[in-house]
């Protein structure tokens, strides 16, 4: 699946909010490296700027930064970007209220996190994102999803989280879901396995909500890469989404 490009219009529309990144670190086996890859990578950094996202667009200013090493003049923009960046980071944190930062801890060490069991009625299993993701992922390698995890995929869960569109402000076709509008400003940006890629049945839509939603549908486990990089390990073709209670 590509990787949802927002257009000046949505970036109007939602800057605003915090938005997610939907792009994970570079994987080791890297294709070799083209001006256009390296384009579109700075152009994903702006982007994730235009948006926001500092603590994103700073780790991707970086990976171009260490490509154009040898171009002192591109050089020099880059680091001014990457500064801009650590400023607003250092801002945003400054200016954080503690329960926007707080989040429930989940243990994910491959001996004590907790197992999951698929459900074998047809039930949804109703689960947090990091209680969903409760595992670390080497992000640049993939492949240490755990067993119990990808049993999960095919099977119906309710989740609640945080709506991120990726394709339009209005008339939602697949949005990010994700634990905390908040962090990612913060200069903790959520992690790939805290992050469910949800699409909207075809024909339908959804139109965005701010608060905290609950999104009910079949999830898909699998490790999604788009020119060379890990961009998603959880889908959701999505059935319900509602306002979650408050």
Known sequence: MKIGILTASMLLAVAAFVAVPYIAHAADAKPAETKDSVDRLEERAKEAMGRTQYSLAKDLFT????????????????????????????????????????????????????????????????????????????????????????????????????????????????????????????????????QIVVHTPKGKAVSYFPDEIVCEGTLKVEEKKDDGYIVSVFEMDVQSVKPAAK
Request: proline share 6%; with cysteine; glycine share 6%.
């Open 63 to 194: 990976k171009v930064l260490d490509r154009v090493k040898d171009d002192a003049k591109r050089t020099a923009a880059i680091q001014e970007q990457i500064k801009t960046c650590e400023t607003k980071i250092k801002e945003n944190a400054s200016s954080a209220q503690p329960d926007q930062l707080n989040q429930p801890q989940v243990e994910t060490a491959a001996e004590k996190r907790k197992k999951h069991v698929a459900p074998k009625d047809g039930s949804a299993l109703a689960l947090g994102i990091k209680e969903l993701g409760n595992f670390d992922y080497d992000a640049d390698k993939g492949g240490n999803i755990p067993q119990d995890v990808k049993d999960l995929s095919g099977h119906k869960i309710r989740v609640q989280g945080f709506m991120i569109p990726l394709d339009q402000a209005d008339n939602i076709s697949h949005f990010a879901l994700v634990p905390s509008l908040f962090a990612c400003c913060f200069g903790q940006p959520p992690q790939i396995q805290h």
